[in-house]
């Protein structure tokens, strides 16, 4: 979603993504010591600002709305302007852009991404929304299925621009999550929907279970979800105050035992209905700043409009975690590149 100011009178919760070089800086700036710790167990290795407001093969690079690890090692970093980069995992560098477009050559609104097991692209687009299938020169090989009610008004009941934002691969690869940014129309709880998909023969995916996800205030949307190999989540919380600037949360969610919604038609706080359990990694405006400027009101000049979020890898018990932040093409915000370190209590 490119998000825009939210008029709210309340307080903005603190928020900043990881860091580690200022745009200038030099990229080994930082290491994950105690003095980078955001939290107990979130810590900021850098930032990197490189790729602010530059272009690659005369496609502008930014915009990003998410990032995956390539088969090759390499990363994939979606921009919500229906395009596709491969990025040099070390130097992030663009090595190559795709255009993405619908069935009818028409743009995407790109927000999600998953890549799959044969290397093909799984990406969501919020206007309808939708999931294609992209080979990795983007031809469209496949389209799921999508709840009624999860479709934008008046077809369905979603908010144009609030939908499909997270989408992550279960461990093993059979089951395909996705998380809608804000809640649907009728849903007074304030809950968003998870919604899964398992996959059937083929490498298709069919409708499966739906759950209910509470971030922590009204103004505050989920622009991404990550799958731990336990199953468990990384779930991106994140808002913007105009005057004050973003939050941005990071939270561990398990969705093991929250119930069904599927069949629930509103979700009003019913007392049955058990919600995925989260518990506040961090929050990122509690992360050091690192030497980062901003070009606007923050309350850490660290932050962003944080948007996409990968897990790299794993060393010395924590896990390498990639964040980038959505410059939405303006001249007020800044595409920047946060590496963290995230350490998660045992699954039970």
Same mark, same amino acid.
């Given at each position: ?10 307080? %903005? ?14 990229? &080994? ?7 980078? %710790? ?5 810590? *900021?290795?850098?930032?990197? =600002? ?6 690659? =093969?005369?496609? #502008? ?8 690890? $390539?088969? $090759?090692?390499? *990363? ?12 040099? /995992? ?6 190559? %852009?795709? @255009? ?8 995407? =609104?790109?927000?999600?991404? /998953? ?42 009941? /979603?908010?144009? &621009?609030?939908?499909?934002? !997270?989408?992550?691969?279960?461990? !093993?690869? @059979? ?11 009728? $849903? ?5 929907? #998870? ?9 298709? #995916? ?18 991404? +979800? ?8 990384? +779930? ?20 093991? @035992? ?15 209905? @058990? ?24 309350? &850490?000049?660290?932050?962003? &409009? ?19 932040? $959505? ?22």
């Amino acid at each position: 979603m490119r998000l825009r100011t939210v008029l709210t009178t309340a307080t %903005a919760g603190l928020a900043a993504a990881t860091c580690l070089t200022a745009a200038a800086g030099p990229a &080994n700036a930082g290491n994950s010591r105690t003095s980078n %710790a955001c939290s107990s167990s979130v810590s *900021i290795d850098r930032f990197s =600002d490189a790729l602010d407001k530059t272009t690659y =093969d005369g496609t #502008f690079v930014g915009n990003f709305s998410a990032l995956a690890v $390539d088969k $090759d090692g390499s *990363i994939a970093a979606l921009e919500d302007r229906s395009s596709l980069f491969d990025l040099n /995992a070390k130097t992030l560098q663009p090595q190559r %852009a795709v @255009h993405l477009a619908d069935e009818n050559g028409a743009d995407l =609104d790109s927000e999600g991404l /998953a890549i799959d097991r044969d290397g093909t692209r799984l990406i969501t687009s919020e206007t309808e929304p939708s999931i294609r299938r992209y080979s990795a020169d983007g031809k469209i090989l496949d389209r799921l299925p999508v709840p009624s009610s999860l479709l934008v008004a008046p077809v369905g009941r /979603a908010v144009s &621009n609030q939908t499909f934002e !997270g989408l992550t691969l279960l461990p !093993g690869g @059979h089951t395909l999550l996705a998380s809608m940014e804000y809640p649907i129309a009728g $849903d007074t709880s304030g809950d968003v929907r #998870f919604q899964t998909w398992t996959r059937t023969k083929g490498d298709h #995916f069919k409708l499966a279970a739906q759950y209910a996800y509470k971030p922590d205030a009204s103004f505050l949307g989920v622009p991404e +979800v990550q799958a731990l190999p336990d199953g468990r989540l990384l +779930v991106l919380e994140r808002g913007f105050t105009s005057g004050v600037g973003n939050t941005v949360r990071l939270y561990l969610a398990d969705p093991r @035992h929250a119930t069904d919604t599927s069949k629930i038609d509103t979700l009003t706080g019913q007392p049955e209905v @058990h919600l995925v359990k989260k518990t506040l990694l961090a929050d990122i405006a509690d992360c050091p700043s690192l030497g980062a400027t901003a070009k606007q009101p923050q309350p &850490n000049p660290l932050l962003d &409009n944080i948007e996409g979020m990968v897990i790299t890898g794993r060393e010395k018990g924590s896990y390498k975690v990639l964040l980038v932040s $959505d410059d939405n093409q303006n001249a007020v915000q800044t595409t920047r590149f946060y590496y963290l370190r995230v350490r998660t209590t045992p699954a039970y």
